[in-house]
């Protein structure tokens, strides 16, 4: 199996996120099994991040997060969109990777909309989940992908111009 194991998640998140482009994240429902290539990913940087939800500290909200990476981050925007985040590093380094989009579903709450996702993944383990997991893509090989800012940070001035926004380049794009 190709299933992304913790070693994979524990490290610093600007390393997971942009190599997390390219993978299959699999979604299994009824039996079922689908797999959808990751196009679009943002990482957010611990306690100091203004745009990190840890930024506000330790809450029940964010108790995942200071947990090993490889767990499931899921939060609810707007009362209606779950999204759906990596949890990165190691205990009590709070990082966390948001997936943005996947192959067809460009934007956190289409996808999470998509895969069925909600607050039932808060805490999941993504290396022995049986409904939700990443893995390798055979398919690909060497990833190209592009930065840009984070989106919708605004009040995270300092942090807002950060190019933690990873993009796979349309060419790997099968």
């Not at 990482?43 to 990190?52: M, N, S, T």
């Not at 190691?90 to 989009?101: D, K, T």
């Not at 709450?109 to 022995?128: A, P, Q, W």
């Amino acid at each position: 199996m190709n299933r992304l194991q913790r070693d994979f998640f524990t490290c610093d998140v600007l390393k997971v996120a942009p190599e997390l482009l390219g993978k299959n994240l699999v979604r299994k429902v009824d039996n079922q099994i689908e797999k959808y290539l990751i196009t679009e990913v943002e990482a957010y940087r611990g306690e100091k991040d203004l745009a990190c939800h840890a930024s506000k500290g330790r809450t029940p909200r964010t108790e995942i997060m200071y947990h090993n990476g490889g767990l499931v981050y899921v939060y609810l925007i707007y009362g209606m969109y779950w999204m759906l985040n990596v949890v990165t590093s190691v205990n009590e380094i709070p990082q966390a990777v948001l997936i943005r989009g996947i192959k067809g579903f460009e934007g956190p709450g289409k996808l999470t909309k998509k895969l069925n996702i909600d607050k039932s993944f808060y805490g999941e383990d993504l290396v022995n989940s049986n409904r939700i997991w990443i893995e390798n893509n055979e398919d690909l090989e060497d990833i190209k992908y592009k930065t840009t800012p984070r989106i919708g940070i605004d009040y995270a001035v300092e942090w807002k111009h950060k190019l933690w926004r990873f993009i796979l380049s349309e060419k790997n794009d099968h």
